[in-house]
Nanobody, 121 residues
Framework: QVQLDESGGGLVLAGGSLRLSCTAS????????LAWFRQAPGKEREFVAT????????DYADSVKGRFTISRDNAKNTLYLQMNTLKPEDAAVYYC??????????????WGQGTQVTVSS
């Protein structure tokens, strides 16, 4: 069973930055495609970014392209999401996900509990 744990969320002013991390216990993340999703109150969960096994290939939602960077460090068994120039509309609970694919449309098998990101204008 893959257990994912996100961290790094918090309160930030608009225009600020945060870095989210996602670690795994009892498994190696190098075996999985990884992604970040988010869900704001009253909205459906939406795709944010995905990264391939080697970290070479990435994909981003248009709403975060150029501001967010997804990366992974397989040696540290950690997935990251660097979020810059944050906007109030970025506020949401952010989830990391792991699966046997690394596409935005994939149905990921494993999910973390989420970390809250709040952006104050």
């Amino acid at each position: 069973q893959v257990q994912l744990d996100e961290s790094g969320g918090g309160l930030v002013l608009a225009g600020g930055s945060l870095r989210l991390s996602c670690t795994a216990s009892r498994c190696s993340l190098s075996n999985y495609g990884l992604a970040w999703f988010r869900q704001a109150p009253g909205k459906e969960r939406e795709f944010v970014a995905t990264v391939s096994w080697t970290g070479v290939s990435t994909d981003y939602a248009d709403s975060v392209k150029g501001r967010f960077t997804i990366s992974r460090d397989n040696a540290k068994n950690t997935l990251y999401l660097q979020m810059n120039t944050l906007k109030p509309e970025d506020a949401a609970v952010y989830y990391c996900a792991a699966g046997d694919d690394a596409s935005r449309d994939h149905t990921y098998d494993y999910w973390g509990q989420g970390t809250q990101v709040t952006v104050s204008s």
